[in-house]
C-alpha cells in the first residue's frame, strides 16, 4: 500500500512538472482551439483544424529532422558495414582500437544514434502539451460536435470498438514504410512506437484520438510533398 501510494505521488509529481514546462504551449492549444470553435462552433471540426493548423507549423522543421535523420542513417550504416568487415579474430583491446578507428573516420560517435528518432524529439513536446490541454478541458468537449456529439469519452465508433487509434497505428505504419524505406530498423523501432501509442491512446477521449488521427494523417501527407 505504501508502495502504491508512493507510485502515484512520484507519478503526480512529474505529472505537475511536464505541466509547469509545457505551460505556454498548453495554453497556446487552449486559445487557438477556442478561437476556432468561436468561429467554427462545432469541437470536432475545430480539433481538425486545429490539428492541421498545428501540423503545418510543424512540418518546416520535421522535414529538417528527417534529413538530418537520414543522413545520419546512412553513417550509421557505413559504420556497421565497416565494423562488420573487420576479422573476426579480432578480440579485445585490438577490436577496441579498431573501431575507434572507424569512428574516426566517418566522425561518429555512438550517441548519434539518438539523431535517429529527431522527429520524435521535436514532436514530443507538442504531443504532450495537447495531451494535457485535452485532459485538463474535457468539459469542452461534450456535447459539442457535428458529427458525434460527445468527444469527452472514446469512440465506440466499431460496435463499440475503438476504431480511431488503429487508424492511427495504419498511418504511422503507411507512413514508417515510406519515410524509413531505407533503413529497417529504423522502421522497426518507428512501428514498435507506434503500436506502444496505440495501445497506450486505445481507451482516450475522441477528442485526443481525432487530433492525434488528423495529425498523424497530414505528416504521412506530407512525405509527398518534401
Not at 505541466?19 to 475545430?46: A, E, H, R, T
Request: glycine residues 4%.
Amino acid at each position: 500500500m505504501v508502495i502504491g501510494f508512493s507510485i502515484i505521488y512520484h507519478l503526480k509529481k512529474m505529472y505537475d512538472l511536464i505541466s509547469f514546462f509545457l505551460y505556454p504551449l498548453i495554453q497556446l492549444y487552449k486559445y487557438l482551439f477556442l478561437i476556432l470553435f468561436n468561429l467554427i462552433g462545432k469541437s470536432d471540426i475545430s480539433i481538425i483544424v486545429m490539428s492541421f493548423i498545428s501540423s503545418s507549423l510543424l512540418l518546416p522543421l520535421l522535414q529538417i529532422a528527417r534529413r538530418l535523420e537520414g543522413n545520419i542513417s546512412l553513417k550509421i550504416a557505413d559504420v556497421n558495414a565497416s565494423i562488420k568487415a573487420l576479422p573476426t579474430d579480432l578480440k579485445g583491446e585490438d577490436r577496441f582500437i579498431e573501431i575507434e578507428q572507424i569512428y574516426k573516420k566517418f566522425s561518429f560517435h555512438p550517441i548519434e544514434n539518438i539523431k535517429t528518432g529527431m522527429s520524435f524529439i521535436i514532436i514530443l513536446p507538442f504531443f504532450l502539451s495537447a495531451f494535457l490541454f485535452f485532459q485538463e478541458n474535457l468539459f469542452l468537449f461534450k456535447n459539442t460536435g457535428l458529427l458525434i456529439h460527445d468527444l469527452s469519452v472514446s469512440d465506440g465508433l466499431f460496435f463499440g470498438s475503438n476504431i480511431l487509434p488503429v487508424l492511427i497505428f495504419m498511418v504511422n505504419f503507411l507512413d514508417a514504410s515510406y519515410k524509413y524505406k531505407d533503413s529497417i530498423s529504423i522502421k522497426h523501432t518507428y512501428l514498435l512506437t507506434s503500436l506502444v501509442i496505440c495501445m497506450l491512446i486505445y481507451n482516450m477521449p475522441l477528442c485526443m484520438t481525432l487530433y492525434w488521427a488528423t495529425n498523424s494523417t497530414f505528416s504521412f501527407l506530407g512525405n509527398f510533398k518534401s
